[in-house]
Antibody
Framework: EVQLVQSGAEVKKPGESLKISCKGS????????IGWVRQTPDKGLEWMGV????????RYSPSFKGLVTISADKSISTAFLQWSSLKASDTAMYYC????????????WGQGTLVTVSS | SYVLTQPPSVSVAPGQTARITCGGN??????VHWYQQKPGQAPVLVVY???DRPSGIPERFSGSNSGNTATLTISRVEAGDEADYYC???????????FGTGTKVTVL
């Protein structure tokens, strides 16, 4: 069974750094793009960016470029999303998702990581 | 940037048919994909490439796409279909996904 398992919920203060993870299993992790999606009540689902673990080719949505860093370690079948300095506006649910072979859709998705940033 | 517009809510009685629209400029020229998200859960792909279903998705879920509107149709609606539904397209030039605004389906 193809599965993505994300790290647990985080509560952080503004200005702190954070790195959340997404571990794939049941398939060849290196050969499929992994994307990250932010979900908030106000803006719904937002595509943040994507990485190809095989060669770490990374592409960011213009809305998130420079605000987050996407990386992957294929030796442990894990992708990461990180912030160097969190803001309250980063409070959201974050999902990773495996892109299909045609790149156009994603399935499955991880269970989500809730990030709360509050002083 | 490309915008996908969905009705905020659709209500349907059990056993009836729910139709969820997704509007976008010349969306018929793109492939549209649909996700179901139940409360507290991650999105699940229910239709891809306009009208194909992943394995395990009931035949009651179907899709169509033409002109400026794509439609997800849920036939013989069940209580378990109550969820938020999102359409999505891929902008190949920027390798960027665009999601619709989402529709909450309520089963009366």
């Amino acid at each position: 069974e193809v599965q993505l398992v994300q790290s647990g919920a985080e509560v952080k203060k503004p200005g702190e750094s954070l790195k959340i993870s997404c571990k794939g299993s049941g398939y060849s992790f290196s050969n499929y793009w992994i994307g990250w999606v932010r979900q908030t009540p106000d803006k719904g689902l937002e595509w943040m960016g994507v990485i190809y673990p095989g060669d770490s080719d990374t592409r960011y949505s213009p809305s998130f470029k420079g605000l987050v860093t996407i990386s992957a370690d294929k030796s442990i079948s894990t992708a990461f999303l990180q912030w160097s300095s969190l803001k309250a506006s980063d409070t959201a649910m974050y999902y990773c998702a495996r892109r299909g072979a045609t790149m156009e859709w994603s399935d499955p998705w991880g269970q989500g990581t809730l990030v709360t940033v509050s002083s | 940037s490309y915008v996908l517009t969905q009705p905020p809510s659709v209500s349907v009685a059990p056993g009836q048919t729910a139709r969820i629209t997704c509007g976008g400029n010349n969306i018929g020229s793109k492939s549209v994909h649909w996700y179901q998200q139940k409360p507290g859960q991650a999105p699940v792909l229910v239709v891809y490439d306009d009208s194909d279903r992943p394995s395990g998705i009931p035949e009651r879920f179907s899709g169509s796409n033409s002109g400026n509107t794509a439609t997800l149709t849920i036939s013989r609606v069940e209580a378990g279909d109550e969820a938020d539904y999102y359409c999505q397209v891929w902008d190949s030039s920027s390798d960027h996904y665009v999601f619709g605004t989402g529709t909450k389906v309520t089963v009366l």
